[in-house]
């Protein structure tokens, strides 16, 4: 399974544009990326997921390059409650029941 | 809907006692899972299912174990807790689309467990 790594923190002010850029080298040819945003005492929240080129969303775009060992998750104008941890996902669900790794992901501070 | 539901939300238990943590879901996915998250770390893969009558190990199973009766339901058991078992503990569902699994898991609120 693909290793991911991502900042451990990130900080930024209200409205500016975020890209948190998360490293999988080995990634697999059946991997797809997928990012999780988790608040303090509550479950992650899917976010996006993609496998190559640009994914957009209500809330965010997923920015991958050719090769695919990386990855850049771009939340637009962010406010406070953007504040959460953010998570990197590397796998493919064709195997052992969608398992799917996370690693310690990063922690958005948005300040006013 | 109610999504993905936990009982209990807090639970304290002395080493050596057993518990089941209860998990239901009203979205009639066929996967769930059970993870574990420790402080300032990522979420662990305890077991899984794939579908009712069925479970699987995951990256940390020794300790627990699981049952899935009902499709809706997905029981984790802790049989002889202990210290380590401290935790809080997320269970999450998922579903199939045109015949490959989604990538996107339901997460529910998790429960907080303490082992003394």
């Known amino acids: 399974l693909a290793k991911t790594t991502q900042p451990i923190s990130m900080d930024s002010y209200e409205g500016q544009e975020v890209n948190i850029t998360c490293s999988h080298n080995?990634?697999?040819?059946?991997?797809?990326i997928t990012w999780y945003q988790q608040f303090p005492s509550q479950g992650p929240r899917f976010i996006i997921q993609?496998?190559?080129t640009k994914v957009t969303n209500e809330v965010a775009s997923l920015f991958i390059p050719a090769d695919r060992k990386s990855s850049t998750l771009s939340l637009p104008r962010v406010s406070l409650s953007d504040t959460a941890v953010y998570y990197c996902?590397?796998?493919?669900?064709?195997?052992?029941?969608?398992?799917?790794?996370f690693g310690q992901g990063t922690e958005l501070s948005v300040k006013p | 809907n109610a999504g993905v539901t936990q009982t209990p939300k807090f639970r304290v238990l002395k080493t050596g006692q057993s518990m089941t943590l209860l998990c239901a879901q009203d979205m009639n996915h066929e996967y769930m899972y059970w993870y574990r998250q420790d402080p300032g770390m990522g979420l662990r893969l305890i077991h899984y299912s794939v579908g009712e009558g069925t479970t699987a190990k995951g990256e940390v199973p020794d300790g627990y174990n699981v049952s899935r009766l009902k499709k809706q339901n997905f029981l984790l058991g802790l049989e002889s807790a202990a210290p380590s078992q401290t935790s809080v503990y997320f269970c999450?569902?998922?579903?199939?689309?045109?015949?490959?699994?989604?990538?996107?898991?339901?997460f529910g609120p998790g429960t907080r467990l303490t082992v003394t």
């Open positions: 993609g496998y190559k």
């Open positions: 999450a569902s998922s579903y199939s689309l045109g015949g490959s699994l989604s990538y996107e898991q339901y």
């Open positions: 996902l590397v796998g493919s669900t064709d195997n052992q029941g969608g398992k799917l790794i």
């Open positions: 080995n990634i697999a040819t059946n991997d797809y």
